[in-house]
Nanobody, 121 residues
Framework: QVQLVESGGGLVQSGGSLRLSCVAS????????MGWYRQAPGKQRELVAT???????NYADSVKGRFTISSDNAKNTVYLQMNSLKPEDTAVYYC???????????????WGKGTLVTVSS
């Protein structure tokens, strides 16, 4: 089985910073990409940032220039450095991994349980 475990959420004042981490563990043959999504109260889950195994990155327009995604492929870990946080960044942040447990043909999405980020004004 595959598990994704997030850490690093919490309460921070507007303008502050937080760093999220997510570790993928279990039976993993290869990881295609990892990323972060978020869901605010009453809203749909949205993409925040993704990074491929080749370290190609993609960001939501709302976080460009403030958030940085990075990864450590050897540790199956993805990070999200969040700077200049705003109250509208408040949400549950979910880690995602598109990976293959046994072979290249069984690639699918896996999700963590989420970590809450609260930005006070």
């Amino acid at each position: 089985q595959v598990q994704l475990v997030e850490s690093g959420g919490g309460l921070v004042q507007s303008g502050g910073s937080l760093r999220l981490s997510c570790v993928a563990s279990g039976i993993i043959f290869s990881i295609n990409s990892m990323g972060w999504y978020r869901q605010a109260p009453g809203k749909q889950r949205e993409l925040v940032a993704t990074i491929t195994s080749g370290r190609r990155t993609n960001y939501a327009d709302s976080v460009k220039g403030r958030f940085t995604i990075s990864s450590d492929n050897a540790k199956n870990t993805v990070y999200l450095q969040m700077n200049s946080l705003k109250p509208e960044d408040t949400a549950v942040y979910y880690c995602n991994a598109r990976l293959s447990p046994y072979s290249y043909s069984d690639s699918r999405d896996y999700w963590g349980k989420g970590t809450l980020v609260t930005v006070s004004s």
